[in-house]
């Protein structure tokens, strides 16, 4: 079956701007989590979705941050007012309950 | 907190060689997971070996095993016969195996680029 897909591959935007990335996840996968990957680090947890409620939220870096999930399929992760520090690869995962996360390829988010 | 170390940033090594790549974590949880993902040019995230902190026994995967210190908290990835292929970003990931808010969440490493000569 399908992967988890990503919408956009690339986004470059001015500072100020908002910006929507999106997240398909696997049909049937319950749980989906977000995670901000700078140039050459590791991947930081942003937030975590079980069915379209966030009961973890503890990696949203600040208020401009924000993120939604309809039902048990796509989610949008916004970001307000970005700045240059938000340029990153922005990664989906999507997983049933206990078993493996399986990632998406990111959205390259560049803020100029 | 959970904490993952990677210490090497950056290792090479000859096709057809054998290289080991280093993790160390830290946590006072008793039952989890730990994972090597691999991460090639793509970006797209692989999945490369899961060890569950329970088990003595060392995962293995084909060209790919582990070297579980529970006591140490080390969790060493060592790839065999090496492959241009396997030219890649490789991360070190844990997880706790609990319910609760933090189910399923990753704490990652720095990562190791690994780049296999020919």
């Known amino acids: 079956g399908a992967g988890v897909s990503q919408s956009p591959s690339n986004k470059v935007t001015e500072k100020g701007k908002d910006v929507e990335l999106r997240c398909d996840p696997i049909s049937g996968h319950t749980a989906l989590y977000w995670y901000r990957q700078r140039l050459g680090q590791g991947l930081e947890f942003l937030i975590y979705?079980?069915?379209?409620?966030?009961?973890?939220k503890s990696g949203l870096p600040s208020d401009r941050f924000s993120a939604e999930r309809t039902g048990e399929s796509v989610s949008t992760l916004t970001i307000q007012r970005t700045q240059q520090e938000d340029s990153a690869v922005y990664l989906c995962?999507?997983?049933?309950?206990?078993?493996?996360?399986?990632f998406g390829p990111g959205t390259r988010l560049t803020v100029t | 907190a959970q904490t993952v170390t990677q210490s090497q940033p950056e290792m090479s090594v000859q096709e057809a060689e054998t290289v080991t790549l280093s993790c160390t974590y830290d946590?006072?949880?008793?039952?989890?997971?730990l994972f090597w993902y691999k991460q090639p040019p793509s970006r797209q995230m692989i999945l490369v070996i899961r060890?569950?902190?329970?088990?003595?026994q060392n995962a293995t995967e084909n060209r790919f095993s582990v070297n579980f210190q529970k006591a140490a908290k080390s969790f060493s990835l060592k790839i065999s016969d090496s492959q241009l292929g396997d030219t890649a970003m490789y991360f070190c990931a844990f997880r706790i195996n609990a319910g609760g808010t933090s189910y399923g969440k990753l704490t990652f490493g720095q990562g190791t680029i690994l780049t296999v000569h020919p």
């Open positions: 979705f079980q069915g379209n409620s966030a009961p973890d």
């Open positions: 060890q569950e902190a329970y088990k003595q």
């Open positions: 946590t006072s949880e008793n039952n989890y997971y």
């Open positions: 995962a999507s997983s049933a309950p206990g078993y493996e996360q399986y």
